[in-house]
């Protein structure tokens, strides 16, 4: 079955850095496009970051371009996001998941790894 599992998070002050990862199994890990999509409290969860499936093309949302990178290894079947110049209002659990291509919302997730960026 298809299995994601999240690591990195914690906590960091404002202007730091962290580097989340993805490990993936149960599926063709470069068949698929994933994403990472991120949820505070009280908001809906909105997307991050995905990469096509072959790692040609990423796709940002304006809120962290220039500041998070989105990266894959299709041969250990991970994903990484470096999240670099964290602002408190970068804190939220992040969430990988699985796409059929970088337009296209998840249908698989792991269970989330939560990033706080407080002083």
């Known amino acids: 079955q298809v299995q994601l599992v999240e690591s990195g998070g914690g906590l960091v002050q404002p202007g730091g850095s962290l580097r989340l990862s993805c490990a993936a199994s149960?599926?063709?890990?470069?068949?698929?496009?994933m994403a990472w999509y991120r949820q505070a409290p009280g908001k809906e969860r909105e997307p991050v970051a995905s990469?096509?499936?072959?790692?040609?093309?990423?796709k940002y949302s304006d809120s962290v371009k220039g500041r998070f990178t989105i990266s894959r290894d299709n041969a250990k079947r991970t994903m990484h996001l470096e999240m670099n110049s964290l602002k408190p209002e970068d804190t939220a659990a992040y969430y990988c998941?699985?796409?059929?291509?970088?337009?296209?919302?998840?249908?698989?997730w792991g269970q989330g790894t939560q990033v706080t960026v407080s002083s």
């Open positions: 998941g699985r796409s059929s291509g970088v337009e296209i919302k998840p249908n698989y």
């Open positions: 990469i096509s499936s072959l790692g040609v093309e990423t």
């Open positions: 149960g599926f063709t890990f470069n068949a698929y496009a």
